[in-house]
């Protein structure tokens, strides 16, 4: 899959959607571990796209739960007891941001590129002090026309790759 390259202006609009995607993120992940903590699992937790779904346990806990068939730690709660209503419902409140919420965030609606059976949006990288917003270029697009993210400027590849051998040689 292509991709082109925009670095962003760090007082620009893209700026700040990447700032409100880590905002949801960051507080979205401290949500999950509260829960992961209220009940006793492992730090790690499972989830589907943009929710919570299950946690890691050390061993069985208990009724509202069922383990996760081929998955040795992993449980979900089990919904077919009142119990387990409860604990899906808290999970599922801990709503994970996607790479979808970010592209809508920085104005790209739901972008998106089908190409050879996989699938891309819009995403963003830090290399050293810079941000760097990638977006998939493809023939099957939910938007016919290609997406340019705000307040940024498409680089050359050749100024891409040399940003990440800076930032590799911490030069960046």
Not at 94 to 117: A, D, K, N
């Amino acid at each position: 899959m292509e991709r082109k390259y925009y670095l962003v202006d760090p007082a620009g609009k893209s700026m700040e959607a990447i700032k409100e995607w880590r905002r949801l993120s960051e507080e979205a992940y401290a949500k999950a571990a509260e829960i992961t903590k209220e009940f006793g699992a492992k730090s790690e937790f499972l989830k589907n796209h943009e929710s919570l779904i299950g946690l890691l346990f050390e061993q069985n806990p208990g009724r509202g739960w069922k383990p996760i068939r081929n998955f040795n730690d992993g449980y979900v709660p089990d919904k077919r007891i009142k119990e387990g209503k409860i604990i899906a419902k808290r999970l599922a409140a801990v709503q994970i941001p996607h790479t979808r919420t970010f592209s809508s965030l920085i104005g790209g609606g739901y972008f998106i590129i089908v190409s050879g059976g996989r699938w891309a949006s819009i995403s963003f990288e830090t290399i050293g002090d810079a941000h760097v917003v990638s977006v998939p270029i493809g023939q099957y697009s939910c938007d016919e026309k290609e997406f340019i993210p705000p307040d940024t400027r498409l680089l050359k590849m050749s100024e891409y790759y040399a940003m990440k051998e800076a930032a590799s040689e911490g030069k960046g």
